[in-house]
């Protein structure tokens, strides 16, 4: 019975968040979109309203109209990003949510666990961010392309490790089915449970989830006292069992097992009825999963998108409104000719790209699996709009 409310009550929240969030798509692309376009607005009519390039003071110095409204532009993008990124984090089921990652304790469990463990991955790479940005200032690069490169150096290997992570977690996610049906199969032939474990651990291939049940195998067969005692020590090996597999399917799952078998519920009941609802449990979430990678596409589509109007503007705009405001200083023309200079409108247009960049990856990556992926969508977007200014001779 708790399976399947828990089976309803997700199937709510799938259904309440999926509303939301194709709300939150549509307003999260209007909202990366229009500061580029209102950047290219503030460009032009830099020509014909001469008094958005004139100096203003401000606490950090003094700037121009225009300028603020660029920097500004990015400000407001990267904010909108945190913000779709929170609130996308908030809404997704909680079956979906990524799990949450802590340092192993001791500074050889850490090491050994960066292929495995995306915080120890970024506790090691952000020295190696540090270095390349210093590399990266010596070389003389501006301080924009400083930053933007020794995040990328930092979030691209910790988001890769995190895919791997997750890959291996939905490898152990898969396997427990098969685990259930195996141990419910032994169950009802009338062994004890330890010994079903046993005999499952020794005969059945469960390829990622192999050396959990290994290990929970052998933590039952510790002891022989009976009652309370054994049921505590059930309990308990369960309990490491779940730490061990680490994924919320295994969570829900097992803590199924152990609510029913410390109610006094026979065990070979709570195994064939839980064959079901597990099954049901894994098609929801993955479910859920393709639904949340639409809002992936959406994200990458945006950027994409944003990449293509900045890199078209520059290559052919920028260059056609330089020439004449220069044509125009010699003629009864009422254009100011230095409004428009195209290295400084391609380093603004530039800067509010990679601010779009970001801010995609982050709501992308949070889509998918959450904040640490966040670092390899933005990570990877940041290096693809720097190749393609680059590529195109715009920074």
Not at 312 to 340: E, K, W
């Amino acid at each position: 019975m708790e399976g399947r409310l828990l089976s309803h009550e997700q199937s709510r929240q799938h259904e309440r968040a999926t509303g939301y969030l194709e709300l939150l798509a549509e307003l999260f692309v209007v909202l990366l979109v229009l500061p580029a376009l209102v950047v290219l607005i503030v460009t032009v009519m830099g020509i014909l309203a001469p008094g958005l390039s004139e100096p203003v003071a401000t606490p950090l110095g003094e700037t121009t109209v225009r300028a603020i409204v660029v920097y500004g532009s990015a400000a407001f993008v990267m904010a909108a990003g945190l913000l779709a990124a929170f609130v996308v984090a908030t809404l997704r089921p909680r079956n979906t949510a990524a799990p949450s990652y802590s340092l192993p304790d001791g500074p050889v469990a850490i090491l050994t666990s960066i292929p495995s463990n995306p915080a120890s991955a970024l506790l090691a790479c952000a020295p190696l961010g540090a270095v390349v940005a210093a590399g990266l200032w010596s070389l003389g690069y501006r301080p924009v392309n400083v930053a933007l490169l020794s995040y990328a150096t930092v979030g691209v290997p910790v988001g890769v490790v995190t895919v791997r992570r997750a890959r291996a977690d939905d490898a152990k996610d898969r396997e427990i089915q098969d685990f259930v049906h195996a141990v419910a199969g032994h169950v009802a032939l009338g062994r004890p449970f330890p010994e079903a474990v046993r005999r499952v651990a020794d005969d059945v291939e469960l390829g990622a989830l192999a050396s959990d049940v290994q290990s929970l195998a052998f933590t039952l067969s510790l002891g022989d006292s009976p009652g309370d005692a054994a049921a505590d020590r059930r309990a308990a090996a369960l309990d490491q069992f779940v730490d061990r597999v680490g994924t919320p399917m295994a969570e829900q799952t097992i803590g199924l097992v152990v609510g029913a078998l410390d109610t006094g519920s026979d065990a070979e009941d709570v195994f064939e009825t839980l064959q079901t609802e597990i099954g049901q449990l894994y098609h929801l979430r993955k479910s859920i999963r393709s639904a949340l990678l639409v809002y992936v596409a959406v994200g990458w589509t945006t950027a994409l998108l944003v990449i293509g109007i900045t890199v078209a503007v520059n290559v052919s705009v920028l260059d056609s409104f330089a020439q004449l405001s220069a044509v125009s200083g010699g003629a009864n023309i009422a254009f100011d000719p230095t409004a428009i200079k195209p290295a400084r409108e391609q380093h603004r247009f530039y800067v509010v790209t990679q601010a779009t960049m970001l801010a995609c990856g982050w709501f992308a990556g949070t889509a998918s699996r959450g904040v640490y992926e966040a670092l390899l969508h933005s990570s990877g977007l940041v290096l693809v709009a720097y190749v393609v200014f680059a590529g195109a001779g715009l920074i």
